[in-house]
């Protein structure tokens, strides 16, 4: 399609949440959607597993493509959330190794919805080099919301991704409820290209 628009791939992390935050993620993330349905969205949770699971999960599980508000309330609904970690450094690393799958060479932006808690001992250092690589070698900005991470708290994990992600953001945004993710997502999707004709 010879029309430009930049695709967008929501992570969401799934692990040490309460049902009210998967169902605040469910209802901000249609709300965009609904906003601005010329996009091409896909989803990708962290995998579900108590302990660290081995090996890279699946990247992304709902695929980047035109969606509605009722394909997000499926998602949601089939996708549950868990009471256990993930490995956030295999996430990104999936989302690296099937960038060209994913993203087709277009300019892109990962949403890394996260409580920023569970990381499975991930390797900062590695992590942040994955993250930089997919902006300085594929365009790939990445923002990051913390979900409940209180005012006063340091997350020296998700304030990485954000400087390596090229995203602009001093820092993580701080959401505690739907309509402070979806304001999050908002601006997070400023000057976003789209294309009509999709």
């Known amino acids: 399609d010879p029309c430009t628009f930049e695709p967008v791939l929501f992570v969401v992390d799934r692990t040490d949440i309460v049902a009210e935050d998967w169902d605040a993620y469910r209802e901000a993330i249609a709300e965009r959607v609904d906003a601005m349905p010329d996009t091409m969205y896909g989803f990708m949770p962290y995998p579900m597993a108590f302990g660290c699971p081995e090996g890279l999960p699946k990247a992304p599980q709902e695929p980047i493509g035109k969606v509605t508000s ?43 919805i996260s409580a920023g ?22 365009d790939i900005q990445t923002y990051v919301l913390g979900h409940r991470v209180t005012p006063t708290a340091v997350n020296p994990t998700l304030s990485a991704i954000v ?31 789209t294309c009509p004709t999709l």
């Open 70 to 112: 009722a394909d997000i309330e499926r998602w949601f609904n089939e996708t549950i959330s868990s009471a256990g970690e993930a490995p956030l450094e295999r996430v990104f690393e999936s989302i690296l190794k099937r960038v060209e799958e994913n993203f087709a060479g277009r300019p892109a932006r990962v949403i890394l």
């Open 117 to 138: 808690r569970a990381t499975c001992g991930t390797d900062l250092s590695r992590l942040t080099d994955i993250v930089a690589t997919l902006h300085a070698d594929y």
């Open 163 to 193: 400087e390596a992600g090229g995203s602009g953001w001093g820092d993580f945004e701080r959401t505690y409820y739907a309509s402070a993710i979806s304001q999050a997502i908002e601006r997070a999707l400023t000057d976003l290209e």
